[in-house]
């Protein structure tokens, strides 16, 4: 019977040793989602949109689409988007901010819509930098320039306003941290030793002081709702929060998110002169 019950323990802790084997070498791949295809602008359906090349600080040259803002008092979004597919998912939103009349940078992440590299969490703050970076070096000016973050996005945004002069901070779908969507999804094992990209965006957004939006849907069954309030409650005023009560994840657009952008941007961007 002894030997039987040690034999049960050894197989059942064996199991769990591969589980976190698992969980350790495939994080990332649970984590990022990308479509390595290159999109295609012509399809887009964005009149004067036209393709750039970011190069990164390690030297990647990293697929983004422009289109110009119709003033040069009108703002411009650096649109950040989530852990799925690549910009060209993304292309009926740059249409919406081109209607507004601002001006807007889709960019596609290291390992996303064809481009070199793997993602990782430094390497997406990377890609961010240097595409603040190119619309800086147009000539647009710090306080026009809106950062708009998408789910896992939202992350980069966060970190991206807490270095760099910007006009307004929009956060689509955020969560606390990485790390405390794994500990919700995994509690069986030890991801706070396992995790490599925590993604800390709570701990982070204090620092903005930028005006800030979080934009939740009630029915997020990918982020809690709770977490879009704590990262609200956790942000410097000025800052707005929207609850779409029958949204999910996904679907805020659908639900008036970008009535709500327009009047918070109405609100409370305030360009330098």
């Known amino acids: 019977m002894t030997i039987v019950l040690i034999t049960i323990a050894v ?66 979004v650096l649109y950040l988007h989530g852990n799925g597919g690549h910009i060209g998912y993304r292309a009926n939103r740059m249409a919406q901010l081109q209607r507004f009349g601002w001006g807007a940078l889709l960019l596609d992440y290291r390992g996303y819509g064809g481009n070199p590299g793997s993602p990782t969490e430094s390497g997406l703050i990377d890609d961010a930098r240097a595409a603040y970076a190119v619309l800086r070096d147009l000539g647009i000016d710090g306080s026009r320039l809106l950062l708009w973050g998408e789910s896992l996005g939202t992350g980069v945004a966060v970190r991206l306003a807490t270095e760099v002069d910007i006009g307004a901070l929009m956060l689509e779908s955020p969560y606390t941290s990485i790390l405390a969507i794994a500990r919700q999804r995994f509690p069986y094992a030890p991801v706070g030793w396992l995790l490599r990209d925590r993604f800390d965006l709570i701990g982070r957004v204090p620092s903005v002081g930028a005006p800030v939006l979080v934009m939740t849907g009630g029915r997020d069954e990918v982020v809690s709702p709770a977490m879009g309030r704590a990262v609200f409650e956790a942000a410097q005023q000025p800052k707005v929060f929207w609850l779409a009560p029958d949204a999910g994840h996904n679907d805020l657009v659908e639900a008036g998110a ?14 330098s002169p």
Do not use: C, K
């Not at 802790?13 to 495939?26: D, E, S």
């Not at 012509?42 to 990164?56: C, H, I, K, L, Q």
């Not at 709500?260 to 941007?265: A, N």
């Open 11 to 76: 197989l059942i802790i064996g199991l769990y040793v591969m589980v976190l084997a698992v969980l350790t070498v495939r994080q990332r791949r649970f984590l990022y989602g990308p479509d390595t295809n290159r999109p295609d602008l012509a399809a887009a359906g964005v009149p004067g949109a036209r393709e750039m090349s970011v190069r990164t600080a390690d030297g990647l040259d990293l697929l983004a689409w422009f289109v110009p803002p119709g003033d040069e008092a009108l703002p411009v």
């Open 258 to 271: 970008f009535d709500t952008v327009r009047d918070f941007i109405e609100a409370h961007w305030v360009p």
